[in-house]
């Protein structure tokens, strides 16, 4: 069925990441949603934000049970010095934790806000990290071979740094590690 969809097509844009495509076609690096600097510039109001605030973007997607992951009272969410913005469907309830709006579609404006983004390596939220040029943390899950592909095309792009979900469990977000891995200015 697939097949039949894509031989019905008339332009093919393959993206940077890509697994099982033909190297003859020109690939398209990774691109995004345009950043509305305005709204970034709203947004950071609205978080209330410290010149010396870290912003750390989570978001491991939809599918992803993050109650197993952390809960309410985790250490994580107390980190001195940072601000975490989470997806509206996580339920998380801290002071230092803001939740994107339910109704609110253009999460890359919260990610350009965000010194880092905590994230699988999924194509479309890498993109918007790249354009919002937040540093990844990505989450390495073995079993997904185009996440490996998506990390591979990475390389030479922007600081980005890949984890295991039994490291980023255990992670604590401290001065070192924050200056370590900065967003690239």
Known sequence: ???SAYAKMTYYLRLAGQID???????YD????EINYAEVCRIKSEL?????DTVIFYGLGMKVNHN??????SPLWSTEGCKFIVSSHIEIAHPNVFRIPKEYTETQNYIAVSD?????????TVSESINGKSTLL???RDSFIEDQSTINAL???LNYHVISLEKFNRLTFNKLLISNHQKQA
Do not use: C, E
Request: hydrophobic share 35%; glycine share 4%; charged share 20%.
């Open 138 to 140: 990505l989450i390495k």
């Open 116 to 124: 880092f983004t905590i994230t699988k390596p999924g194509w479309s």
């Open 48 to 52: 209330n934000l410290l010149m010396s």
């Open 30 to 33: 990774f691109f995004s949603r």
């Open 21 to 27: 495509s033909q190297d003859s076609l020109d690939t």
């Open 68 to 73: 197993n992951q952390f809960n309410s009272n």
């Open 1 to 3: 069925v697939m097949r």
């Open 155 to 157: 390389n030479g792009k």
